[in-house]
């Protein structure tokens, strides 16, 4: 049973980078692409990007120039890192492991980051 | 850019049936796989319906999925309601490389 664990800071300021790291525990490594989501309060899923095990990602345009997501496989971990945060940024921010076309699955047990002066 | 649009919100009563559309933009929504996703509030999302009509193991019998290329969208069905089918819905499907998610559905059973 694949199961996924994530942490990072849950309180930023402005212009400071938010970064999240998750972890994968069983199941393979290599499969996959392994998925950032976020979701402001009251709000739906946005797609953030995701990344396979030999480093190639995806990102969503609208967060291309302040996003790197990157990959360890020595440790099978994956990270997030997002630069220059508004209030904007302010969600609950998900890992997931997709196999595309056949959507995300597992998600990880998500973190709040907020973003505030 | 591909975009999938859901009602915001349906509701139907214990016992019913209810069906939540997904109605794709700027591409066939047949192209990929979509993909469903049950969201309580408070936790992560978990899918009903992978592949278009795949239920995975442990998803009732109740949740059925679909895909109707002449409206170009897709539609989850849950029939039986129960109470604990309250919850948001969000279909999920491809653009390419990227993944894409439609809005997202409020269901209430009362």
């Known amino acids: 049973q694949v199961q996924l664990q994530q942490w990072g800071a849950g309180l930023l300021k402005p212009s400071e980078t938010l970064s999240l790291t998750c972890a994968v525990y069983?199941?393979?490594?290599?499969?996959?692409?392994w998925n950032w989501i976020r979701q402001p309060p009251g709000k739906g899923l946005e797609w953030i990007g995701d990344?396979?095990?030999?480093?190639?990602?995806n990102y969503n345009p609208s967060f291309r120039s302040r996003l790197t997501i990157s990959i360890d496989t020595s440790k099978n971990q994956f990270s997030l890192n997002l630069s220059s945060v508004t209030a904007a940024d302010t969600a609950v921010y998900y890992c997931?492991?997709?196999?595309?076309?056949?959507?995300?699955?597992?998600w990880g047990q998500g973190t709040l980051v907020t973003v505030s002066s | 850019n591909f975009m999938l649009t859901q009602p915001h919100s349906v509701s139907e009563s214990p016992g019913q049936t209810v069906t939540i559309s997904c109605t794709g933009s700027?591409?066939?929504?047949?192209?990929?796989?979509v993909q469903w996703y049950q969201q309580r509030p408070g936790s992560a999302p978990t899918t009903v319906i992978n592949?278009?009509?795949?239920?995975p193991s442990g998803v009732p019998s109740r949740f059925s999925g679909s895909i109707d290329r002449s409206s170009n969208s897709a539609s989850l069905t849950i029939s039986g309601l129960k109470t604990e089918d309250e919850a948001d819905y969000y279909c999920?499907?491809?653009?390419?490389?990227?993944?894409?998610f439609g809005g997202g559905t409020k269901l209430t059973v009362l």
């Open positions: 990344i396979n095990h030999f480093g190639r990602a």
């Open positions: 700027g591409g066939s929504i047949a192209s990929t796989y």
């Open positions: 592949a278009d009509n795949e239920r």
């Open positions: 997931s492991r997709g196999l595309v076309p056949a959507g995300l699955d597992p």
């Open positions: 999920q499907s491809y653009d390419d490389s990227t993944v894409v």
């Open positions: 069983g199941g393979s490594f290599s499969d996959y692409y």
